[in-house]
């Protein structure tokens, strides 16, 4: 079946550390990957995606390579700010279905 | 901008109660969709709905019904409220069918069932 796995939480940072949020997936045919951020108090909104084996997502300055081989989509930032602060979601959309199934998600608390 | 709007940003409502979320969106999407969102288990899928009068099951359904008369309205209804369904509940919308969609989310309703 599909399922995806996220590291557990919460991860605390300083300001302007690098991040890492490791996110793996077991899915049949070609899947669509998704990283969602939460931020407190609201819904989740798309953070970035990728369509298809070895492309490269990225918004405000968060990336995330999806890596067919090692079935992983792991969430990177190379400054973290406070801003930063939400809950992050890795998703899969299994081929041709429309759906979306979630990791656990992943608290990131980011100190001034 | 895509919005979606649910109705109720919280609810408290009594073990047996029969409970009526309500999502609406402006953006003439075809699908839409009930998640519940829990500590540790991040979000499930309850039900979904690729067109008017039209609805599937998700992971979750049980205990849940939905409803969809019109194309922008997609109600979640507990029959009979439980504890176990004290949760925050998400809505989302987005245009097509197609795997590379991208679903758009309300700001959550957060129920607590006593």
């Known amino acids: 079946g599909n399922s995806v796995t996220q590291m557990e939480g919460p991860v605390t940072l300083s300001e302007e550390a690098f991040l890492t949020i490791n996110c793996t997936y077991t899915?049949?045919?070609?899947?669509?990957l998704f990283w969602y951020v939460q931020y407190p108090g609201e819904g989740l909104q798309l953070l970035l995606k990728?369509?298809?084996?070895?492309d490269k997502g990225s918004n405000k300055g968060f990336e995330a390579t999806y890596r067919k081989e090692t079935t992983s989509f792991h969430l990177e930032k190379g400054s973290v700010q406070v801003s930063d602060s939400a809950v992050y979601f890795c998703?899969?959309?299994?081929?041709?279905?429309?759906?979306?199934?979630f990791g656990q998600g992943t608290t990131l608390q980011v100190k001034p | 901008d895509v919005k979606v709007t649910q109705s109720s940003r919280y609810l408290v409502k009594r073990t047996g109660e029969k409970v009526f979320l309500e999502c609406v969106q402006d953006?003439?999407?075809?699908?839409m969709f009930w998640y519940r969102q829990d500590p540790g288990l991040g979000l499930r899928l309850i039900y979904f709905?690729?067109?008017?009068?039209?609805?599937e099951k998700g992971d979750i359904p049980e205990g849940y019904s939905v409803s969809r008369e019109k194309k922008e309205r997609f109600s979640l209804i507990l029959e009979s409220a439980s504890t176990n369904q004290t949760s925050m509940y998400l809505c989302?919308?987005?245009?097509?069918?197609?795997?590379?969609?991208?679903?758009?989310f309300g700001a959550g309703t957060r129920l607590s069932v006593l």
């Open positions: 899915a049949t045919g070609y899947p669509s």
């Open positions: 709905s690729y067109d008017v009068k039209m609805k």
């Open positions: 998703a899969l959309s299994p081929s041709n279905t429309g759906k979306l199934i």
């Open positions: 953006m003439d999407h075809e699908n």
């Open positions: 990728a369509t298809k084996a070895d």
């Open positions: 989302a919308s987005s245009p097509e069918v197609l795997a590379k969609n991208i679903q758009y």
